[in-house]
């Protein structure tokens, strides 16, 4: 009679067991179209601000327009990103940018706080100086200026630094009125580094 008891007993808590696994199944078969949506929903998020930069920031700007920039190549910091970081950098808005448009451009600069090792640099890397500062200046004295506009991809984008000077590829972005006759300076102006996302500051300092 105690055998059959504990085959009952036995029996009961197998019985139990299986049922629990059952319904342990039933929720998680139910639960994985669940998970598995919040995580394409996650992924669709990641995707749009790592890889689509241009709905990124209409998404923050609305529809101001972009001018210039209209480029068949791209540096490691697309136009829509370096943009993104020189309005977020400023605070502004899609309500703020009503009736401005953003200009943009992409130069290779040279950016200096040491006159002397300028004129060695532009020596040394054959770059023609326009604007000529005075080698002979002991005081301070900072600058920059344009070696040229990028028109073509080039081998490597990372900036280059030597003894306070800096040659860096650079996305320039400037805000101004749509209408034209814009202010100078403008009413914003950022210059970004096309391999680092690096706001420069004007004038750089060293």
């Avoid at 055998?3 to 059952?22: D, E, F, R």
């Avoid at 034209?180 to 750089?204: E, K, N, S, W």
């Amino acid at each position: 009679m105690a055998q059959q008891n504990a085959k009952s007993v036995v029996s009961a808590i197998a019985c139990s067991l299986i049922g629990l696994v059952i319904v342990v199944s039933v929720v998680g078969y139910f639960s994985i179209p669940q998970v598995a949506t919040e995580k394409t929903e996650l992924l669709a998020k990641l995707d749009l601000a790592l890889n689509n930069q241009k709905a990124a920031y209409h998404e923050l700007f609305g529809s101001t327009p972009i001018v210039g920039g209209n480029y068949s190549f791209s540096p490691p910091i697309p136009i829509y990103r370096a943009v993104i970081v020189g309005l977020e950098s400023d605070g502004w808005t899609a309500a703020s940018l009503k009736n401005m448009s953003v200009y943009v451009s992409l130069y290779h600069d040279v950016f200096y706080t040491n006159v002397t090792a300028l004129y060695q640099i532009a020596a040394k890397e054959n770059l023609t100086l326009a604007d000529h500062p005075n080698p002979d200046s002991t005081g301070p004295c900072f600058g920059s200026e344009s070696i040229n506009e990028v028109t073509a991809p080039v081998s490597d984008y990372q900036p280059q630094f030597f003894n306070g000077v800096t040659i860096r590829y650079v996305w320039t972005i400037s805000i101004e009125p749509t209408s034209g006759g814009g202010d100078i300076p403008p009413p914003g102006y950022y210059v970004i580094d096309a391999a680092t996302a690096q706001l420069v500051p004007m004038p750089l300092l060293f």
